[in-house]
């Protein structure tokens, strides 16, 4: 195994990305699901805690997906606004593939 496949398989082990947390508010809102991009990566975002709010068919005409950034994690020191603590495995599979697309580009993983 090379370098880059050991730096993926450390940041994406089995293909699930480590470093995030998953939210689910039941339907409450059309941004039903959150995950916050969590990990060292902010050195590279000036800072910036990255997140995304989305529908349960985030690439669809009439779904909803939405990135943000704050000044730290919006889930911390409580998360209760944003729902349920799920696992990435939980979400849709369209959510599943935002969020790998997402990450993927955050460590700059191939």
């Avoid at 593939?97 to 580009?105: A, G, N, P, S, T």
Wanted: charged letters at 30%.
């Amino acid at each position: 195994m090379n370098r880059k496949q050991e730096r993926r398989e450390r940041l994406m082990p089995g293909g699930i990305p480590r470093w995030i947390r998953c939210y689910d508010n039941d339907g409450k809102t059309v941004d039903r699901y959150t995950v916050v991009y969590t990990g060292n990566y902010t050195k590279n975002t000036g800072g910036q805690v990255w997140y995304v709010g989305m529908s349960g068919a985030p690439f669809h005409p009439q779904g909803f997906g939405q990135h943000g950034e704050n000044d730290g994690p919006i889930d911390r020191p409580r998360y209760g606004h944003l729902g349920k603590r799920i696992k990435f495995r939980d979400l849709p599979e369209d959510c599943r593939r935002l969020v790998v697309e997402d990450y993927k580009e955050l460590w700059d993983l191939e």
